[in-house]
Each structure stands twice: as structure tokens, then as C-alpha cells.
């Protein structure tokens, strides 16, 4: 097919969704919003790994507990895979996981499980949630670190573990049931606080979620965002065998 004299190619697209990173971090604003980004995820990762590993000596049977270690192993990779992508975009990882270490150590500080099931519902509904909001920021990232948000993202099976061992509790001893979702409720509303109050203190991790940086992200999309997120919580209840 032969292309008219007068035809012109089309203008490059403006979104950053439709970027690469080598495009997209010549903004200074929205590499800076990456690097929080990454350094939120590496330090969520981290703890995550060592929650794990915490959490398996409460495990009732060995193979429970190898089973833990095997997550713990999965979240640690995608510590690494964080931490070197940090080191290649010139960013040392430390500093980057700095400015989140003291919010997430606080959250994970007031929602110690005080046993077994405690901690599998903290690992289900406080990790979920916390991937849901990744998963809505990485939709306006560029191409290139939203397929690493969403790789490190991806489950490492401890939701299928988790919702097999509660919901099997719950149908040993129904009184159990109370007491979890109570405990879940209280970890929705700390995770949520503490996601809010870690984008709240970043200047440019907040801009990339109200406006400018991601493509006008304003604040009703955020409400929405959040309403999505509540949502998907209440069908992680239910799939606990839990009321939310």
C-alpha cells in the first residue's frame, strides 16, 4: 500500500503508559515518583520475606512450615529483582527504601499476629491489598517498569495456601470466624491508612496518583481506586469463608 506525499507520521503519544523508561524518566518528576515506587515495593518485599520466615516457626506442621519458607524464598527474589533494576537506573537501593522503612516496620509492628491463623489472613487480605494498589499505580507507569511491578507482583501461592488452611479452621471450630474477620477488618483499615500516609508524605509518588505525572490521575479516580480495592477485599473475605 503506497503512502500519500502529503501523509505525516503519527505525533509520538504523550502518555507514559505508552512509554518506555528511557523515554518517560526524562521527566524528573516522574523518575523521581519511580524511584519511590521501586524503593516502596524492594522494602515491602523485604519485610514480606522476613515476615514469612517469622511466621513459619508458628506453623502446626513441618510441612506447613516448608511451605512458608518456600514464599519467603519467592519474595526475596523479587526483593532482588527490585533492588537491581534501583542499582540500574543508578539509584542506590538502600537510599530508595529508606524514606518507607519506618511506615511499613509501624504497620507490620501494630498488626503482629498473635498465632497461626492470624498471621495467614495478615499475609492474604494486608499483602493483597497492598498488590492491589500496586497494580492500579503500574497502569500509568512506562512499559518497561510496569512489566516488573507486575512480575514482582505476581502471587508466590501463599493466597491459595492461606484460604485453604482458614477456611478448613473455620469448618473445624466455626467460632474461629468471628475473631478472624474482626482481625481482618483491622488490618484493611491499617493497611489502607498506611498506604495513604506513605504517598501523603512523597511529593512525587502523590502527584503520579492526583495528576500531572500520570496522565492526569485525579483525585475521583483515586476515591474510585480505593472503592476498587475495598471490593476485592470483600471477595478475599469470602473466599476466607469470613464476612467482611
Known sequence: METPDNATEAPASTRIADQDWATASAEPQYRAAVVDLLGALAYGELAAFERL???????????????????????????????????????????????????????????????WLEGLVKAYVGDSIASD??????????????????????????????????????????????????????????????????????DALSTMLVGGVADGFDLAEVGRMFSRITEAHTKRMAALGLAA
Not at 514464599?71 to 537506573?89: K, P, W, Y
Not at 492461606?162 to 482481625?183: F, H
Request: without cysteine.
Open 133 to 202: 494498589f500496586y497494580r492500579e499505580v503500574a497502569a500509568r507507569l512506562d512499559s518497561d517498569t510496569r512489566s516488573l511491578v507486575l512480575a514482582v507482583l505476581d502471587d508466590t501461592g501463599h493466597g491459595n495456601f492461606a484460604v485453604e488452611k482458614v477456611r478448613a479452621a473455620i469448618e473445624a471450630d466455626p467460632r474461629l470466624g468471628g475473631r478472624l474477620a474482626l482481625w481482618a477488618r483491622r488490618l484493611m483499615g491499617e493497611a489502607l491508612s498506611q498506604a495513604q500516609r506513605v504517598v501523603a508524605d512523597r
Open 53 to 115: 520466615a517469622e511466621d513459619a516457626k508458628l506453623a502446626p506442621t513441618l510441612a506447613d512450615k516448608a511451605e512458608l519458607a518456600k514464599m519467603a524464598s519467592a519474595e526475596f527474589h523479587h526483593f532482588e529483582r527490585l533492588t537491581d533494576r534501583l542499582t540500574a537506573i543508578d539509584v542506590e537501593p538502600t537510599g530508595a527504601m529508606e524514606p518507607f522503612a519506618k511506615a511499613l516496620d509501624d504497620f507490620h509492628r501494630q498488626t503482629a499476629p498473635s498465632d
